[in-house]
């Protein structure tokens, strides 16, 4: 990791397209501008574990309810028909 000192209104530049400015400094708060092409994706951090944590339980619980939903019976006896009043699981 690299680690720079930067004072209010100096900046680094990351590549050729990408800057990030100090903005101001606000008691224990660093407020920084950043200037990037609208291809380069630019996301706080703890919202990507966030939104990465949510999708991870999203897909533990659809395999849950999948397991849950599947009927179970014995081996090698047919499987019950499903009722036409059952409309399954979407």
Do not use: C, F, K, W
Not at 6 to 20: H, T
Not at 50 to 61: F, K, M, N, S, Y
């Amino acid at each position: 990791m690299l680690v720079l000192t930067r004072r209010a209104n100096q900046s680094i530049r990351i590549g050729q397209s990408v800057e990030v400015r100090v903005v101001r400094i606000e008691g224990d708060r660093v407020v920084l501008g950043i200037a990037a092409p609208r291809q380069i994706a630019v996301v706080r951090s703890e919202l990507v574990a966030e939104v990465t944590g949510e999708l991870r339980d999203a897909a533990d619980t659809r395999a849950r309810l999948r397991v849950m939903l599947t009927p179970r019976h014995p081996a090698g006896e047919p499987r019950p028909e499903p009722s036409p009043e059952d409309p399954g699981v979407a």
